[in-house]
């Protein structure tokens, strides 16, 4: 209940960052897909999420930089439930988001055609 709580806090302080991509990624704006947003996973809160496509967008910011060994353990545990975990650095996002857009969907295009093979 707690991580629920806490999903709830982020949903309601957002960055940025994270509401500039929801902007894109919200009611379905992006293929056609249902994304939600600060969502506990197992013990973990992930930035976004397309459960149909099992695939986790996390967004990084420079205290990333620290958290490497953190951030490929939890990656890792997330992978070993089924997703797939893609990852921008918020920079990218606010100087290239048509170029983040493009990445994602070719990400989530892939996870269609893993997902049905």
């Not at 986790?56 to 060994?69: F, K, M, N, P, S």
Request: neutral net charge.
């Amino acid at each position: 209940m707690e991580l629920l709580n806490q999903a709830r806090k982020l949903r309601n302080k957002q960055t940025d960052v994270e509401g500039i991509l929801w902007g894109v990624l919200r009611n379905r704006q992006l293929l056609g897909l249902k994304f939600r947003r600060q969502v506990p996973i197992d013990r973990y809160i992930v930035d976004f999420v397309c459960f149909e496509r099992k695939l986790i967008v996390e967004l990084d910011g420079g205290q990333h930089l620290d958290a490497a060994e953190y951030d490929a353990q939890r990656t890792l545990e997330l992978e070993k439930r089924g997703f797939i975990v893609v990852r921008f650095w918020n920079h990218e996002v606010l100087e290239s988001l048509a170029e983040v857009i493009d990445s994602l969907s070719l990400a989530l295009s892939r996870r269609e055609r893993e997902l049905k093979a």
